[in-house]
C-alpha cells in the first residue's frame, strides 16, 4: 500500500524557516518523482515544486512564488522528501502535501494527508 | 494566480449530468495533457482522470475528460450525494516550466 505521511509544519514568524518532511512507502522511491502542493485555507490548489529521481537528474523546478526561498531535496536512503522554506511570508500560510508523480511529468497519483503550515507574528 | 480558468460552480439533481470546463492557452492545455483532481471535504486530493481521458482504477466510469485545442472538460454522468466536492482541472505549463491547476469548480448536488 503506498503512503505519503508528511510532518514538519507548525506556526513560524514572518522570515523563519521551516522544514516539511514527507515519508514515503510502497513504491520504489528511488525511481519517482515527487512534487509538494499547497492549498491556503479556503483557496484553491497550488503547486509549489517537483524534483526528479536521481536516474532523471535529481533536478527540481519551482513555482514563481517560492523560488529563491523554498527548496526542496531528497534522500533515498530514508524514503523521504524534504521541503526546506526560507525567509516565509503569511501568504505561505497553507496546508502542504507531498504526491507522487506517478506519470512523469505531472501526473499526481497519490497524495499524503497534508502538513499545516503557519505564519504569523 | 491560476492560468487555467474554470467555473466556480456547478451543480444539478441525483442522476444529471454535468459538464465542467478548464480554459487555458497553448502553453498548457494546447501542448500538454490535462489531469483532473477531485478533492471531498477535508480530504486530500485525489486523482480522477489523467492524460485528458484516462481514468485511474477504482475511478467510476461515470466521469470522463475531453480535450480541444487549449481546453478542456470534465464531464460527470449520472450525479450521486458522494460527488459533491471540488474539482480542478491541471496541465504543465512549457512557459512557466511548472505546473498549474485550476481554479476550482465546487459540485453541488441538489
Known amino acids: 500500500e503506498v503512503q505519503l505521511v508528511e510532518s514538519g509544519g507548525g506556526l513560524v514568524k514572518p522570515g523563519g524557516s521551516l522544514r516539511l518532511s514527507c515519508a514515503a512507502s510502497?513504491?520504489?522511491?528511488?525511481?519517482?518523482?515527487m512534487s509538494w502542493v499547497r492549498q491556503a485555507p479556503g483557496k484553491g490548489l497550488e503547486w509549489v515544486g517537483r524534483?526528479?529521481?536521481?536516474?532523471?537528474?535529481?533536478?527540481?523546478d519551482y513555482a514563481a512564488p517560492v523560488k529563491g526561498r523554498f527548496t526542496i531535496s531528497r534522500d533515498d536512503s530514508e524514503n523521504t522528501v524534504f521541503l526546506q522554506m526560507n525567509s516565509l511570508k503569511s501568504e505561505d500560510t497553507a496546508l502542504y502535501y507531498c504526491?507522487?508523480?506517478?506519470?512523469?511529468?505531472?501526473?499526481?497519483?497519490?497524495w499524503g494527508q497534508g502538513t499545516q503550515v503557519s505564519v504569523s507574528s | 494566480q491560476s492560468v487555467l480558468t474554470q467555473p466556480p460552480s456547478a451543480s444539478g439533481p441525483p442522476g444529471q449530468s454535468v459538464t465542467i470546463s478548464c480554459s487555458g492557452s497553448?502553453?498548457?492545455?494546447?501542448?500538454?495533457?490535462v489531469n483532473w483532481y477531485q478533492q471531498l471535504p477535508g480530504t486530500a486530493p485525489k486523482l480522477l482522470i489523467s492524460?485528458?481521458?484516462q481514468r485511474p482504477s477504482g475511478v467510476p466510469d461515470r466521469f470522463s475528460g475531453s480535450k480541444s485545442g487549449t481546453s478542456a472538460s470534465l464531464a460527470i454522468g449520472g450525479l450521486q450525494s458522494e460527488d459533491e466536492a471540488d474539482y480542478y482541472c491541471?496541465?504543465?505549463?512549457?512557459?512557466?516550466?511548472?505546473?498549474?491547476f485550476g481554479t476550482g469548480a465546487k459540485v453541488t448536488v441538489l
Open positions: 504526491a507522487w508523480v506517478t506519470s512523469v511529468p505531472s501526473v499526481m497519483s497519490y
Open positions: 510502497g513504491f520504489t522511491f528511488t525511481d519517482a518523482w
Open positions: 492524460n485528458n481521458n
Open positions: 497553448s502553453s498548457n492545455i494546447g501542448s500538454n495533457t
Open positions: 524534483i526528479k529521481s536521481r536516474g532523471s537528474g535529481g533536478t527540481t
Open positions: 491541471a496541465a504543465w505549463d512549457d512557459s512557466l516550466n511548472g505546473y498549474v
